[in-house]
């Protein structure tokens, strides 16, 4: 079969860096999106600093006895399982507005969080976190090796409507799916990048962010230790710098996120394109009407 012959699709493979320039486009289109889209997160992670902070600083000061302590500290991990949650639904409602914008429409942050309490959608999702869960708790090598087959799982619900174990077998076939076998083109490992480009992208775009407002926090308490400030007086003076740093980090994170998800739908759809298109030709070729043949004059 020639690639792109015919009414046939290319099944030449998409390169991974294309993979990264095509989620752009769709990425700037749903920035408008992404700011409804991501608050309950960025809620989430301003109440989780806020506590985790206040009770550090309870601690440095010594003013928390042992029950209090131990009661604080079982508060941050309860808040912490209910902040990680959270980031795992904000992964499925990425996973629905990241499919939405590319097949053209306009994403929808209220459609792409209820959609996730559909009941195919929540068992899927339930299934996807307690497998992911249980391999990184017994040890982290299983889950560097679960995780990344089980990252189309949600892309094979939003798509094509599989749910529960089916959506978690479509994922593991796709993420198998190499026929050449070459090493650039595994999408195991192509999974893993993504999420090391999503990982980097957001430590960049945090930092960039963060930066000002830690240099004016340093700025400030150097100023306030000249004149003998006491440790209430430098907490009191940059605690108005901590909410809109914590909420401009939180944004920054989960942007990074989106395009990440937007990273793993294309490859998803790319790799559903070269595997099924085989399939396809050999559908098309035995519903075409033989070639007639006409008599020899």
Do not use: H, K
Request: net charge positive; aromatic share 8%.
């Amino acid at each position: 079969m020639n690639a792109g012959a015919g009414p046939f699709p290319d099944l030449a493979p998409v390169p991974f860096r294309r993979l990264l320039d095509l989620a752009v486009v769709p990425f700037r289109r749903s920035l408008r999106a992404l700011v409804p889209l991501s608050l309950p997160v960025v809620a989430a992670w301003i109440v989780l600093s806020e506590l985790y902070l206040r009770w550090l600083g309870g601690i440095v000061e010594g003013g928390l006895a042992e029950d209090a302590l131990l009661a604080s500290t079982g508060t941050i991990f309860v808040v912490a399982a209910l902040a990680l949650m959270l980031y795992l639904l904000a992964y499925g409602a990425m996973s629905v507005a990241a499919m939405e914008v590319l097949a053209g429409r306009s994403p929808s942050a209220l459609r792409a969080w209820t959609g996730l309490f559909a009941p195919g959608t929540a068992w899927t999702l339930a299934l996807l976190v307690a497998i992911s869960t249980a391999s990184a708790l017994f040890c982290l090598l299983p889950a560097i090796v679960v995780v990344p087959l089980l990252a189309f799982a949600m892309p094979a619900r939003v798509a094509e409507g599989t749910t529960g174990w089916r959506a978690l077998g479509r994922s593991l076939e796709l993420a198998r799916f190499n026929p050449q076998r070459r090493l650039a083109q595994s999408p195991y490992l192509m999974v893993v990048a993504a999420v090391v480009v999503t990982w980097a992208i957001g430590q960049a775009l945090t930092l960039a962010v963060q930066l000002p407002f830690l240099i004016a926090q340093q700025v400030m308490v150097a100023r306030d230790l000249v004149q003998g400030a006491d440790v209430a007086t430098l907490a009191g003076g940059v605690i108005w710098l901590r909410l809109p740093m914590t909420l401009l980090s939180a944004l920054a994170g989960t942007a990074s996120w989106f395009y990440g998800n937007l990273v793993l739908c294309l490859l998803f759809l790319e790799l559903r394109r070269r595997r099924e298109g085989p399939d396809l030709e050999r559908a098309l070729a035995a519903l075409a009407p033989p070639p007639s043949r006409e008599p020899a004059p």
